[in-house]
């Protein structure tokens, strides 16, 4: 029951009516006993910086959600970020402070690892290949380093940003092999479709689906009711497969502490 | 259910923990089995403005309430004013267009003019005694007029907003008899408080309940759970007693309608 008195939280992402988050926090928010309530805010890029600074106003905001495609340009305002979101250089989230200053971090890298293995999943020792260079992507790459993968290869439509991506990678995680490549995901134990491909009906697959070998684990990030397109023809062609909605269930514990909800 | 498709509508205010619109709005909405709920944004007056721009971006935001100390100072704020607000000077509800695009109205006069009505009480041909001259005072002072009120007595405590508001409604309804005058109610039929005294505990009363005459009719804008001191004062000396939730009850499917939800 929404009063005078409720805190507010944001979801900011473009498109947002497909989130799952208002469903998941108001949930976990109700289970708290918390008064707090989270709402989908539909932001574009070129709103976003005033959207963010139209928040810092709302004194009874703890804080947002951000989602595809804002978790990279939302660093740029925000007044402090944690060594993990400046290291993914990302946010998924962000909390309001008393007096309207603004903190991010990140979530999805230890949101992802979580789920996989709740699943029963382990990366460690494992060849992963990573299917994008954005926000959610960089955040696993560096968790997969951290737990110790063996390599990671990153593909990416814009191979520039899966170079910048692997060089970053590399920097933290010297031990690991980390390179760039094409489509091809053929010897790699674990399989990550990390870019938004998938959200809209009609998208591509993120990579090469005939080069996946049957007992390769194909994890997403894209949460949708069925399978989405990379996560149906992995099935076909005989791979373990993951949702995208462990990641964000994961998650949403981490992300209503930070939020001081 | 709050989901990623659910519209938001949002009440500005400060304070706003005391608001009831939160409460009769979402019951309304449900009632009507609109996907949309209400939240409460607490914005103090300096940040009203970055606050209003933000909420231009948010695009699955239909429209805001907009409560003290905000009506007056949202005007500048907007792309367009109905003839209503900008008669008034104040809006008390704003909608978004699809564009971003804000348009403004005020319901308060209507709304506090309904409410007397359907607890039997009309305003044609009476006295009336109104303390205020904010955005909620001026609404219902034009509003008394095209009710055709017999006498308005403006009082407040800086007087020469009394003034001014008085020399705008004269100029609408040269008919009717409009004045200012001090705390002395005397001679009225209907004193109004249209004041925020009384939202914050210890408030002063806004005249001089010792003038008012047994079977006078004590009317409130402010809500609260009991009688305002005004409201227990005047009942004390033996006046009828309206209280201010009418006026919002009875606004909320106008501005619903207004908002699109």
């Known amino acids: 029951m929404i009063s005078g008195r409720t805190a507010v939280l944001a979801i900011l992402g473009d498109p947002i009516a497909h989130a799952r988050a208002p469903g998941l926090v108001n949930a976990a928010l109700a289970e708290r006993g918390c008064d707090a309530v989270l709402v989908p805010m539909h932001v574009a890029s070129d709103g976003l910086a005033a959207a963010v600074r139209g928040l810092r106003m709302v004194r009874n905001l703890k804080g947002a959600v951000v989602t595809m495609p804002h978790k990279t340009a939302v660093v740029t305002l925000l007044d402090e970020v944690t060594p993990e979101g400046r290291q993914v250089g990302a946010c998924n989230v962000v909390r309001r402070e008393p007096d309207g200053r603004l903190v991010g971090t990140i979530y999805d890298g230890d949101g992802f690892i979580a789920g996989l293995a709740r699943a029963g999943h382990g990366v460690r020792g494992r060849r992963v290949f990573l299917a994008g260079a954005g926000g959610a992507a960089a955040a696993i790459a560096f968790a997969l380093g951290k737990e110790g993968a063996a390599v990671l290869t990153i593909h990416n439509r814009t191979a520039a940003r899966a170079e910048g991506l692997a060089a970053r990678v590399r920097a933290v995680w010297p031990r690991g092999e980390v390179r760039t490549g094409g489509p091809d995901a053929r010897e790699h134990d674990v399989v990550v ?69």
């Open 193 to 261: 479709n990390a870019t938004s491909l998938g959200m809209k009906a009609g998208d591509a697959v993120p990579l090469d689906v005939g080069s996946l070998a049957p007992g390769t684990l194909a994890a997403e990030v894209v949460i949708s009711d069925g399978p989405t397109p990379f996560l149906a023809a992995a099935a076909e062609r005989g791979c373990a497969i993951h949702h995208g909605r462990p990641m964000l269930v994961e998650q949403i514990g981490l992300m209503l502490d930070f939020m001081g909800a």
